[in-house]
């Protein structure tokens, strides 16, 4: 069993940033890929940025160049830095990790205000 804990998200302009975090119980090099997912109201939840345990990164088209993934080893923690924010990036960011078995944070809201 590993638990994820998210934190970081918060109210900010259309523009800014924000960075988030995720704290492993474990080592995140033992799950195969550990990533941050998001869901806005009324919609699907979808990937946002993954990054493997080898540290290939993969992002969605729609936060490309403006969001980025990372990791620290030594801290059991996952970041996502995003930048040029915009109001659709409005959403509840999850924290995830596919072994198997997959894994969720509790969620961290992020508000982009215009």
């Known amino acids: 069993q590993v638990q994820l804990v998210e934190s970081g998200g918060g109210l900010v302009q259309a523009g800014g940033s924000l960075r988030l975090s995720c704290v492993a119980s474990?080592?995140?090099?033992?799950?195969?890929?550990m990533g941050w997912y998001r869901q806005a109201s009324g919609k699907q939840r979808e990937l946002v940025a993954g990054?493997?345990?080898?540290?290939?990164?993969n992002y969605a088209d729609s936060v490309k160049g403006r969001f980025t993934i990372s990791r620290d080893g030594a801290k059991n923690t996952i970041y996502l830095q995003m930048n040029s924010l915009k109001p659709e990036d409005t959403a509840v960011y999850y924290c995830?990790?596919?072994?198997?078995?997959?894994?969720w944070g509790q969620g961290t809201q992020v508000t982009v205000s215009s």
């Open positions: 995830n990790g596919r072994g198997p078995p997959t894994y």
């Open positions: 990054i493997s345990s080898g540290g290939s990164t």
């Open positions: 474990r080592s995140i090099f033992s799950i195969s890929t």
